[in-house]
């Protein structure tokens, strides 16, 4: 299985509500990225998870709280988003992080925020 | 800073080479990739070339380094239609910062006519 699987494919939620977005894979990769790519534009790193632990949070909002419960799942929970949020959010998994290591991408949640 | 640089927009007709470049700025970047994007996908992981090497081949594609420039280039041949999508270049961040976090680059949409 080489493949990393996202949930929802879209989700639409208002600015008061509370969702969770999921990431999976079974490759036994032990890093785990979030990234946020707004249209025509490049993804943007938020979130890095090495051996379940949380490495890199580039400045993120506290309305985006990410969790790693085991090695195979990642979770993004969105809480009071903003309309700007709105954005495809793509997860990504290496063997570790560190260079030279390939990132393979899921498909992405498409979010719209009202 | 590290900053990665593409032109925009590249068309060609099906059967000819496509040819799309990369500047980058960082260094220490040892590694550097080439993704695809198609309309509403996550992002596929083409190919890569460590710094050391000057050139790659695979198949229809070909990587070509110039590290003093800093240059970086990916080579279609023979491009078809569903070679039609978004193509990012990417570093991975070097040195003392090994946390495979990847800085993109605006993208390139290649639009292959018939």
């Known amino acids: 299985d080489t493949e990393v699987t996202q949930t929802p494919k879209h989700l639409v939620m208002g600015m008061t509500n509370k969702k969770s977005l999921k990431c999976e894979q079974h490759m036994g990769h032990r890093a785990m990225y979030w990234y946020k790519q707004k249209a025509k534009k490049p993804p943007e790193l938020m979130f890095v998870y090495s051996y379940e632990k949380l490495s890199i949070n580039e400045s993120v909002p506290s309305r985006f709280s990410p969790e790693c419960p085991n090695s195979s799942l990642l979770n993004l929970h969105l809480h009071a988003l903003q309309p700007e949020d709105s954005a495809l959010y793509l997860c990504?998994?290496?063997?570790?992080?560190?260079?030279?290591?390939?990132?393979?991408f899921g498909p992405g949640t498409r979010l719209t925020v009202l | 800073g590290e900053d990665v640089e593409q032109s925009l927009f590249l068309s060609v007709r099906e059967g000819d080479s496509s040819v799309i470049n990369c500047t980058y700025t960082d260094s220490s970047s040892t590694y550097l990739y080439w993704y695809k994007q198609e309309p509403g996908a996550g992002l596929q992981l083409l190919t890569y070339?460590?710094?050391?090497?000057d050139m790659k081949q695979d198949q229809r594609l070909t990587v070509l380094l110039n590290k003093k420039d800093k240059h970086l280039s990916l080579r279609i041949a023979d491009t078809q239609t569903g070679d039609s999508a978004i193509y990012f270049c990417?570093?991975?961040?070097?040195?003392?910062?090994?946390?495979?976090?990847?800085?993109f680059g605006q993208g390139t949409t290649l639009q292959v006519k018939p």
């Open positions: 070339i460590f710094s050391n090497m």
């Open positions: 990417a570093e991975s961040m070097g040195g003392s910062s090994n946390t495979g976090k990847l800085i």
């Open positions: 990504a998994s290496s063997q570790v992080a560190g260079q030279g290591t390939e990132q393979f």
